[in-house]
């Protein structure tokens, strides 16, 4: 009964408007309620949620083509990546401000998001889609290790600088202030423009596509341009948190960047929380972060404990721990049928205690 | 011509323990219907146990080979049973073993570095002497991998195409339904296709771990090239997966003398966005 009193609660879309509402408000918040409380690790804290945010942007923008659209691209670190090394590399040869990166950076990440899709346009089968994104990515970070002389391999490109100031706001990395409030807003657009792309006509098309290629082009959706259209949208949104992700960190590897690491944190974020939501993808991606911080101590069992809660996860929870309403009342029942069952069996043993001494008090009268 | 000789041969050589496990993932994909992320962490897991059996407990390399593989077989076998035959057709093309996979990599990398430490070991050559002939050197070690990679091809062969259980296996493959009506336990057969296939990671990780050295992220190139095998084959297509493994190491011997070490991975992988421009169903594979 309870559980389908706090589903009900849920289920309402003013209750789901009022949580996020709260979340945005609580995220916006932060940094003052910190320094209001004197907190000792306020950086630290604001460093924690500057990560949560930038992998929930990262993570919404591929479940647009992954969990809405069906396709399983594992090369949405590409774009990433090459919205981060253009910006840093025109900041170092060309003497550009970083400002500018967030204009160029991401429409190069475009340019390279058509590339992934033309080939990508050609396949339907998702192991084949797999497959052929894993080499691409590889082929990238390839490139990217050999070419020594412009991004400097694995040694690491680190020439960059940081933002400098605008409009009075100073971005020295003494304070994380200006870079947490710059991340928000770069994840708050970006998670605004999935919401609303999600209920458009476009977001329809993606989810028949989803569901049914077959279907979806009968009922006249133009398959390949509705791919290409979010291909382009899903990595230009993945640019912009290149771009931030360079000048905040100011060090860029090729695997690290382009790494198949990365893209599994994605794939571990997006499947915990839930695909094809807006809600799934920012609450995995926030669970995993700081759960893998607070496992910053015991430094060689993280990634055990990691691939063991993605294990458990999929095993039990299949579509994510906020999709499965089913699940989760199915278990409800089970705990209610329990109770109700250890009740009756209670019942019966009082009672048969009871006709015990009546029967022992008989004896012995 | 010496040149094209030696690396004609150097690519045949190479290309065998690309066709083992290229073999061993085209089987996962017939059968289990998905695909393996966590085949290169099997491969490094082979060559670790080949480690523990010969050097730390001091077998000599025919018997610790041995136990090796067999210890890997059960582990998959293990890991199969416990966590991907649950989840086993779920999603419309398996995208939750898919998952599951991807985690299990993470897992057996882990318990690696956890248990053998993160530096990189090394096990003697199987044999130390070099062949000339011609003009044309060769370690003679090299020459051991090849021919026990050839012997572990025919055998997989002759029990997929002469045996009963093979054939239990190939009807599993093409009908799960229709082959669990003819009696075939599908269930066990899904477990034992998943440990013969990391059996053969591990015959490949023993070979080659006197060769490469071992460490726990020795997994992660060699998981892209069984794929790339397995497309150029054609995906659930064993002899294509054996053909393309020796093509595939043909071409990688040519780029690394012609283009540098550096390139020959970007050739292989792009060798993957070629086919599957021209014929998406691989070489041998039929078009669906």
């Not at chain 1, 069992?301 to 699940?327: D, E």
């Not at chain 2, 523990?52 to 293990?78: D, H, N, R």
Request: with cysteine.
């Amino acid at each position: 009964m309870n559980t389908y009193k706090i589903f009900k609660f849920f289920d309402k879309s003013k209750s789901k408007a009022a949580i996020s509402l709260a979340f945005f408000a609580v995220l916006l918040m932060m940094p003052i309620i910190l320094r209001i409380s004197s907190y000792r690790n306020e950086s630290y804290v604001e460093g924690v949620l500057i990560l949560c945010m930038l992998w929930a942007a990262m993570t919404l923008s591929w479940n647009l083509l992954m969990g809405y659209m069906g396709i399983w691209s594992l090369a949405q670190q590409v774009f990433f990546g090459i919205a981060a090394y253009t910006s840093s590399m025109m900041n170092y040869y060309l003497h550009l401000s970083p400002w500018v990166g967030f204009i160029v950076g991401p429409l190069c990440a475009t340019f390279v998001g058509l590339l992934v899709a033309i080939p990508v346009l050609r396949l339907k089968a998702a192991p084949y889609i797999i497959i052929a994104t894993m080499c691409l990515s590889e082929i990238v970070r390839l490139i990217f290790i050999n070419l020594v002389k412009w991004t400097r391999g694995e040694l690491g490109f680190w020439q960059m600088e940081p933002f400098n100031s605008i409009l009075g706001i100073n971005f020295n990395g003494a304070d994380k202030i200006p870079y947490y409030y710059l991340i928000f807003i770069i994840f708050a657009a970006i998670a605004l423009v999935c919401a609303l792309l999600a209920k458009s006509s476009t977001g329809l098309a993606m989810k028949a596509i989803r569901d049914s290629q077959e279907a979806a082009e009968s009922l006249g959706v133009d398959i390949v341009k509705t791919k290409i259209k979010v291909f382009l949208i899903s990595s230009y949104l993945a640019g912009f948190c290149g771009v931030f992700f360079a000048h905040y960190i100011m060090i860029l590897t090729p695997t690290d960047v382009f790494g198949q690491g990365l893209m599994t944190e994605f794939i571990a974020m997006n499947v915990f929380g839930g695909m094809a939501t807006i809600r799934g993808p920012i609450f995995g991606a926030f669970f995993i972060t700081i759960i893998m911080e607070t496992l910053q101590g015991i430094d060689d069992y993280k990634l055990l404990i990691y691939a063991l809660i993605l294990i458990i996860t999929t095993l039990i929870l299949p579509n994510g721990i906020l999709n499965s309403k089913a699940q989760f009342i199915k278990w409800g029942n089970k705990v209610k049928n329990f109770r109700i069952h250890k009740k009756v069996e209670l019942k019966e043993f009082s009672s048969k205690s009871d006709s015990i001494k009546l029967v022992n008090n008989r004896i012995i009268s | 011509m010496a040149v094209i000789i030696q690396n004609l041969i150097n690519g045949i050589i190479s290309g065998s323990y690309y066709a083992v496990l290229g073999v061993g993932l085209t089987v996962t994909w017939g059968v289990l219907k998905m695909i393996n992320v966590a085949h290169g962490n099997f491969y490094m897991m082979g060559a670790y146990m080949f480690y523990t059996f010969s050097i730390i407990m001091g077998f000599p390399v025919i018997p610790s080979m041995i136990a090796g593989v067999a210890a890997v077989f059960v582990l998959g076998m293990i890991m199969e049973k416990f966590v991907l035959a649950p989840s086993l057709g779920r999603g419309k093309f398996g995208d939750t073993p898919f998952i599951l996979t991807l985690a299990m990599g993470i897992l057996l990398e882990n318990v690696a570095q956890l248990v053998w430490g993160e530096t990189n070991v090394g096990v003697p050559y199987f044999n130390d002497s070099i062949i000339k002939v011609m003009g044309i050197t060769m370690a003679s070690q090299r020459l051991i991998v090849a021919a026990v990679a050839m012997v572990t091809l025919i055998v997989v062969l002759v029990i997929i195409k002469r045996t009963k259980f093979g054939w239990a296996i190939s009807a599993t493959a093409q009908n799960t339904f229709a082959a669990s009506l003819m009696g075939i336990n599908t269930k066990q057969i899904y477990m034992v296709t998943f440990g013969i296939a990391t059996a053969l990671c591990a015959i490949a990780g023993s070979l080659l771990a006197p060769i490469y050295g071992i460490n726990p992220w020795m997994g992660e190139s060699i998981q892209l090239k069984s794929f790339v095998v397995c497309i150029v084959g054609g995906l659930g297509s064993v002899g294509g997966s054996i053909v393309a493994g020796l093509l595939l190491g043909i071409i990688e011997s040519f780029a690394t003398q012609f283009l540098g070490s550096g390139w020959q991975n970007v050739i292989a992988y792009a060798l993957v966005i070629v086919m599957f421009w021209f014929r998406p169903a691989g070489i041998f594979g039929k078009m669906e």
